[in-house]
């Protein structure tokens, strides 16, 4: 290859390099994704996201029933259990990879018959594996009269964590639906409420879950607004130190990055931590449209964070007959300014080169006119 064969070839590569660096990334060039779905009086309050079929899986606070929500916002009835109790709630959601299983979490508020369970469905044939009761008297002595199942958590063997809202510990389900009670710290009951006890859900105690492939959980507590960390093998748990309270948190997820995703009703925060969740740092935090009352986060295609938008608190207050609900994509700002930062630095560089490279060129010219002239 010659000289000026070089360069051209050069100057092929650089323009080439040059289009793809100004075009928009992937992320700044689309738009925020909203899903409307409409489902009559189902009011979901628990969202999971299945990579295997590439859609959401919600629940709902007054049918046993679960749905699939696809992104062009089709739903359809997955799986629907008349075994359960009437008028039973589906709370918490998670996919366990491992046996390809839904799991769900089955309550029975007042004035209903107390109720609670671990539900586990194969994602194949849709039927149930198990039913796993949470007895009432599973907290042992000393501990609350009254129970909540709220959410749940699997690990990589195919044991679920569930947690006790209203008693304040977790409990463990193994792959065949055994039921134990896992981990009740006393750093559970050991941080003041950041509520005020006469305010709504102010009983509501540990919520969100979210397993860590390196050992452990992170539990969220609603009414504190405190975060725990718990060793998955022994179920000692010790506070994460946090800057400020995350008052009324409500679901917990985590980003393969290791971002966690912490939900209220009113705020999506997005936190770090650098020494495996001794301490943590909030980055950057969304407000949401306390209204509708998001009640669940969860992680889906290409990592992005969407909040269930379900408005259960209409069916709290005793109303009924909503049929559209929403699951919304939620972005970090902060997140959003340092792609297009880089973005810019990108372009520098290559404008940079540009003018190297012309002046490269320039220095070629004026060698070959003296070489021809």
Not at 85 to 107: F, M, S
Not at 246 to 275: E, N, P, Q, Y
Request: charged letters at 20%; hydrophobic letters at 45%.
């Amino acid at each position: 290859m010659s000289l000026i064969e070089s360069k051209l070839a050069r100057c092929f590569f650089f323009v080439a390099s040059l289009i793809i660096l100004v075009s928009p990334a992937p992320s700044a060039a689309r738009g925020r994704h909203v899903i409307n779905f409409q489902s009559p009086n189902l009011y979901p309050e628990g969202l999971a996201w299945d990579p295997s079929a590439e859609h959401f899986v919600v629940g709902s606070f007054r049918d046993r029933s679960l749905h699939t929500v696809s992104d062009a916002g089709v739903a359809q009835t997955l799986i629907s259990d008349p075994d359960l109790p009437e008028n039973a709630t589906v709370l918490g959601l998670a996919i366990d990879r491992t046996y390809n299983r839904l799991l769900a979490v089955v309550q029975s508020v007042p004035p209903l018959p107390t109720f609670n369970a671990l539900a586990a469905y194969d994602l194949r044939t849709r039927k149930r594996v198990f039913l796993a009761l949470l007895d009432d008297n599973a907290g042992g002595e000393g501990e609350s009269s009254r129970h909540a199942a709220n959410d749940v958590a699997v690990d990589f063997r195919g044991n679920a964590y569930v947690t006790n809202s209203a008693a304040n510990f977790i409990w463990k389900v193994d792959k065949d639906g055994a039921a134990s009670v896992f981990s009740r710290s006393p750093a559970f009951t050991a941080q003041p409420l950041a509520v005020d006890r006469d305010a709504r859900f102010s009983e509501c105690g540990l919520n969100g879950i979210a397993y860590v492939s390196k050992g452990y959980l992170l539990v969220v507590q609603s009414n504190t607004g405190k975060m725990f960390k718990v060793n998955a093998e022994d179920g000692n748990a010790r506070l994460v130190l946090l800057p400020e309270d995350l008052v009324w948190a409500d679901d917990i997820a985590i980003r393969k990055d290791g971002v966690v995703l912490v939900a209220s009703h009113h705020t999506l925060w997005f936190l770090k931590s650098r020494d495996s969740w001794a301490e943590g740092a909030v980055f950057d935090k969304t407000a949401l449209e306390p209204e509708r009352f998001a009640t669940s986060v969860a992680v889906g295609g290409d990592e992005r964070a969407y909040v269930l938008y379900g408005h259960v608190i209409e069916v709290v207050m005793g109303n009924s007959g909503r049929e559209e609900f929403s699951i919304q994509e939620v972005r970090s700002s902060k997140e959003s300014a340092d792609e297009n930062i880089w973005l810019f630095v990108l372009i520098g560089l290559g404008l940079a080169y540009f003018l190297f490279w012309r002046f490269q060129m320039s220095q070629l010219v004026k060698n070959m006119d003296k070489k021809t002239s």
